[in-house]
């Protein structure tokens, strides 16, 4: 079946490094690849997604590519800030919006410090 | 335009009881899904609504069931509560073609005791 790994944390970084969270999956066919981030107390918000390989997703400063050769979707940002503190999740689909069902990772806490 | 509500926002519930948790989507969204997010297990996808009919199910037993209205508000509902049902529920609506966007809501905490 469709799995998704990503390390989970929490990862601490101060404000302004560079931000790496790595994510792999296994699935069948060519999922699309989703990068959702949730605040204290809130629901899931989508940061970015692609949806077939050597695509680029980016949002408010954070990218990821779709590594069809490496089954990878990493994401990154260039100068992490203290509002960037969440949990980050990697996630998959069969359709391009995950409303077919999203297969999650489990999840990484980001800190950011001052 | 509003967000994704959910109600209630806290349970709590005892061992062997039922529970009815309710999603109201987004104005003009068809599509309703639901998750279970646990620290053990994390976010699981327990299954899709879409006019009226469950479009896709995830691998949850049968006491986790749900429906959804002509309006498009969802309920989901656990019979024969355990313990390991203790999680935040989270609703997402879309308007229900594979590649439009899925919009979470805040989730329902439920507490087994």
Redesign the interface.
């Known amino acids: 079946g469709n799995s998704v790994t990503q390390m989970e944390g929490p990862v601490t970084l101060s404000e302004e490094a560079f931000l790496t969270i790595n994510c792999t999956y296994t699935a069948t066919g060519y999922p699309s690849l989703f990068w959702y981030v949730q605040y204290p107390g809130e629901g899931l918000q989508l940061l970015l997604k692609a949806t077939k390989a050597d695509d680029k997703g980016s949002n408010k400063g954070f990218e990821a590519t779709y590594r069809k050769e490496t089954t990878s979707f990493h994401l990154e940002k260039g100068s992490v800030q203290v509002s960037d503190s969440a949990v980050y999740f990697c996630a998959l689909s069969k359709g391009g919006g995950g409303a077919d069902g999203l297969t999650f990772g489990k999840g990484t806490h980001l800190i950011i410090q001052p | 335009k509003a967000g ?1 509500t959910q109600t209630p926002r806290y349970l709590i519930k005892t061992r062997g009881q039922q529970v009815t948790l309710s999603c109201s989507p987004i104005s003009g969204h068809r ?1 309703v ?1 639901w ?1 279970q997010q646990t620290p053990g297990q ?4 327990l299954f ?1 609504y ?1 006019s009226e009919t469950q ?2 199910k ?1 691998n949850f037993p049968g006491r986790f069931s749900g429906r959804q209205f002509s309006n498009s508000r969802s309920e989901m509902n656990v019979s024969t509560l355990e313990l390991g049902d203790s999680a935040l529920y ?1 609703c ?1 609506s ?1 308007l ?12 329902t905490r439920l507490t087994v005791l």
């Open positions: 994704v599509s899904s998750y994390g976010l699981q996808f899709e879409f479009r896709n995830g989270l997402a879309s229900g073609s594979a590649n439009n966007e899925q919009f979470f809501g805040p989730g």
